[in-house]
């Protein structure tokens, strides 16, 4: 169950005040990934990546420190599928508390992946602030921030050490 409690309180509030808005002009959203562990996005991040892309990013993030990170992938185990993310754990605002994921309802009561109205859900994200997924490829994903995890924390190495102390060794 997908929970907004998860989000840190002032993107929770701007959520809300996103999808309250587009209810109220006949887009319904239903938030379906917030706050994703960094075991998961490890998971995410290794489907549709060839098992010698994922070892040779593996090998990258010790080399540089970042053992934490590799292990999250390694722990995450094979996964097929099509690609979901590009980020690694810890480069993306779900590990946060700064992201969510939302699909359009249609009119069925199902998700509407190739609706136009992300757009608009974008549009009004944007409106209160709030970065829209739509600009790097990710249509049903908005963000409290407007920079990318590497950029906040300067290094994969810093990621690496909040991840760890975030998330625990066990993550």
């Known amino acids: 169950m997908v929970k907004l409690t998860d989000l840190v309180p002032a993107f929770r ?6 999808l309250d808005e587009c209810a109220a002009n006949g887009l319904v959203l239903r938030p379906y990934f917030v706050m994703r562990d960094p075991v998961t996005q490890g998971r995410l991040w290794r489907q549709s990546r060839p098992g010698a892309e994922v070892e040779a990013r593996i090998e990258q993030l010790r080399a540089q420190g970042c053992d934490f990170l590799a292990s999250c992938i390694e722990r ?3 996964s097929c599928g099509q690609e979901v993310t590009r980020a690694i754990p810890g480069l993306s605002w779900h590990q946060y ?3 969510v994921d939302c699909y359009v309802v249609g009119p ?3 998700p509407d992946w190739d609706s136009p ?3 608009k859900f ?3 994200g944007e409106a209160h602030g709030l970065r829209w997924g739509g600009h790097f490829g990710d249509n049903d994903h908005l963000q409290l921030r407007p920079i990318e995890p590497l950029a906040a924390f300067g290094s994969l ?8 102390a975030r998330w625990g060794a066990g993550a």
């Open 117 to 119: 109205d992300y757009a």
């Open 122 to 124: 974008g549009q009004v």
């Open 13 to 18: 509030t701007t959520v809300q005040a996103v």
């Open 157 to 164: 190495k810093a990621i690496n050490d909040a991840m760890m």
């Open 97 to 99: 508390g700064e992201a």
């Open 108 to 110: 069925d009561g199902q």
């Open 76 to 78: 995450a185990g094979p």
